[in-house]
């Protein structure tokens, strides 16, 4: 770490607010490796743990109250952004998703079997077939969307609009320029 003003581990806002887990880590190698910058380190290290302890843990109860997990949601919400009438071939859902076609398919039995999603044949090629939101399904995916954003809301309630608006354009730019 360099020690630049609002770096992560440095003085932030002028003066050192709280120090927490990965400040001390990053003083740690700071005092280990004077020679290494360790910032973003520190600052990617700090991502990561915002995403593991607060918003994974937040986003999961807050859909689970629905009675779906996480990956039953991704489905639901996935067909639900579509708009109506909130259908799409299976290995559309798997593409958009990242994940295998059997890893899907045991995804989709289990929500067809809760009545949250119905399979049928598709009438542009009745090789394949068509997953749909079934009514129920759009109310389940709806509910749990609203107290997922609530969730999400109420972890960066401490930020203020600007706070708000500078992460999201920072994060925006980090996952722009990604590279491989």
Do not use: C, Q
Request: net charge negative; glycine share 10%; proline share 3%.
């Amino acid at each position: 770490m360099s020690g630049d003003e609002g770096a992560p581990g440095g003085e932030g806002r002028g003066e050192r607010d709280h120090e927490d887990v990965v400040d001390r880590i990053a003083a740690d190698w700071k005092r280990e490796r004077p020679d290494l910058d360790v910032t973003p380190l520190a600052f990617v290290g700090r991502i990561a743990l915002v995403a593991e302890t607060l918003v994974g843990p937040a986003g999961e109860r807050a859909v689970e109250r629905h009675g779906i997990n996480k990956g039953d949601f991704d489905v639901l919400a996935t067909l639900r952004r579509r708009g109506a009438p909130y259908s799409v071939i299976p290995s559309v859902l798997s593409a958009e998703l990242m994940m295998s076609r059997a890893g899907m398919t045991k995804r989709l039995d289990r929500l067809e079997g809760a009545g949250l999603v119905r399979r049928t044949l598709d009438a542009e090629d009745r090789r394949s077939f068509r997953v749909t939101l079934t009514e129920e399904g759009l109310a389940v995916v709806d509910a749990a969307l609203t107290a997922l954003v609530e969730s999400l809301g109420d972890l960066v309630a401490d930020l203020d609009r600007d706070e708000r608006r500078h992460l999201d354009d920072a994060l925006r730019t980090l996952l722009r320029s990604r590279k491989g």
